[in-house]
């Protein structure tokens, strides 16, 4: 199944820190949610796909993501996830299982790191949905380089909210 990858990072390709966004943007959450959520086919959906502390960072009343199929990759085969969610060893098994779901339109992965090293390099990832902030948040978590076959395609004017600067870019493999 082909998929993007779908974050928000500083200026030193910075995702994360302490488990949790450096950044409050409701206009990114909004462009987020709009993005992973959106299909064109009737009786369709995407699927997010994270790892383990991805899914952890995410408030507990917030989750699982509503409308979309929500995995969770971890190596632990006793991690105990929700009814409707599913749970994979690998981001290979994952694609791999999704694949044969019909009603899927689209699959995104949302994080953490790790997984997106794994995914960005691998033939299936056609696209990077990347919000650019600006400035530097001293991140402990960072997006890995963008590979050169990936070229930038979109990118929106810059908005502003709560003092950061940020732009949508969609990146495309060539």
Same mark, same amino acid.
């Given at each position: 199944?082909?998929?993007?990858?779908i974050?928000?990072?500083?200026?030193e390709?910075?995702?994360?820190?302490?488990?949790?966004?450096?950044?409050?943007?409701?206009?990114?959450?909004?462009?987020?949610?709009?993005?992973? !959520?959106?299909?064109?086919?009737?009786?369709?959906?995407?699927?997010?796909?994270?790892?383990?502390? /991805?899914?952890? !960072?995410?408030?507990e009343?917030?989750?699982p993501?509503?409308?979309?199929l929500n995995?969770?990759?971890t190596?632990?085969?006793?991690?105990?996830?929700?009814d409707?969610?599913?749970?994979?060893?690998?981001?290979?098994?994952?694609?791999?299982?999704?694949?044969?779901?019909? /009603?899927?339109e689209?699959a995104?992965?949302?994080?953490?790191? @790790?997984?997106?090293r794994?995914?960005?390099?691998m033939?299936?990832?056609?696209?990077?949905?990347? /919000?650019?902030? @600006?400035?530097?948040?001293?991140?402990?978590?960072?997006?890995?380089?963008?590979?050169?076959?990936?070229?930038?395609?979109? @990118?929106?004017?810059?908005?502003?909210?709560?003092?950061a600067?940020?732009?949508?870019?969609?990146?495309?493999?060539?």
């Amino acid at each position: 199944m082909d998929f993007a990858l779908i974050a928000a990072c500083d200026k030193e390709m910075g995702i994360g820190k302490g488990g949790t966004l450096p950044w409050h943007l409701p206009g990114e959450l909004a462009y987020f949610h709009r993005v992973t !959520s959106e299909v064109a086919g009737v009786q369709k959906r995407n699927a997010v796909i994270m790892g383990r502390k /991805t899914w952890e !960072s995410i408030p507990e009343k917030r989750r699982p993501l509503p409308g979309r199929l929500n995995c969770v990759i971890t190596r632990d085969e006793n991690y105990p996830v929700p009814d409707g969610v599913l749970r994979f060893s690998s981001l290979e098994e994952c694609l791999a299982g999704l694949d044969k779901d019909a /009603t899927l339109e689209k699959a995104y992965i949302i994080g953490g790191g @790790e997984l997106f090293r794994q995914a960005i390099a691998m033939e299936g990832c056609e696209a990077i949905y990347l /919000t650019e902030v @600006e400035g530097i948040f001293n991140c402990d978590t960072f997006f890995p380089p963008l590979p050169q076959e990936f070229n930038k395609n979109t @990118e929106s004017e810059v908005q502003e909210e709560n003092g950061a600067k940020y732009k949508f870019v969609v990146y495309r493999r060539q």
